[in-house]
DNA sequence: GTTATATTCAACCATGCGGTTGAATATAGG
DNA sequence: CCTATATTCAACCGCATGGTTGAATATAAC
């Protein structure tokens, strides 16, 4: 069961997008930071860092928790965890040396169509993204 | 050797951050698809499915052939495999029981800090993300 | 050659994103 | 109480994104 809708994989992937935030993920595999602890690295203002960080909060990969007067921010390896579930689903791909003969039927075909015969292969659809819970 | 550079995995990670595209190369899984079958699906105009389609040539997760009148599009593996080893990098806080661990950490902490003594994790920055190099 | 099909290109538009600054809030410490 | 520290909030800005439309290009078909 790999089904995440698909405004979660958008915010989720949508996070990972960016390599500041990549970069404080990078740092909370190492523990809990506070705010102010995960911005200092970035040549930014604090708001802007603390921007980000609400960016990976809405994707469910921070949890960030007020502990006096400051707030500590822990990693949320769920998350990140989907986002995996949602490429292994094309993991065949490259695992398999399907691909190699997917290179080779490619090539195949594109002679084949060269010399003559056309629309041989792809010529069927798998049911379509059903609009609305797609991926 | 994971080692992949922000912009790259900036455009990786954004071409997938969108269920349109998600789509799409859902429907190359099947197979090569021309430009016209990728974007039959979906409520938009032709122009803004092409556009899609060269974010995903861009992320360099699809190929595009001319063949004839048409362009075809082909599933391009490699770049899925490279957001999935770049999140392999984290795979052990869900894997090992390791996330499980940390919660019992963190609580323990969380009491001994309400009960006094401050500041006890997590106070050691991992080498910072080098500005330029990172994730 | 003319017409139809498949796709791109260019201009444009609204919205969202990443950044800034300055003020507001809340807690800690002298 | 007053001040310093840690963080958020709100308003603003420039630019990229995702979408539109209409014209341009190239191949296929008649």
Redesign the interface.
Known sequence: MVEYN??T??????A????TR??M???L?????TVG?LA??YAMSLAAAAKHIQVLEGARLVHKER??RMH?C??E??A??R??D??????R??NTRL?VL?NLL?DAD?KA?STGA?GT??P???P??P?GK??
Chains 1, 2 share one sequence.
């Open positions: 698909d405004a994989l958008d915010t989720l992937f949508h990972l997008g960016d390599s990549r970069g993920l990078h740092e595999a190492g523990g809990e930071r602890q200092e690295p502990r006096g500590v822990r990693l390896p769920q990140l965890r986002a995996s949602w490429l292994r689903y094309y993991e791909f490259w691909d997917e490619r594109a169509s056309a292969r792809a069927r659809r798998t379509p993204p609009k797609r991926s």
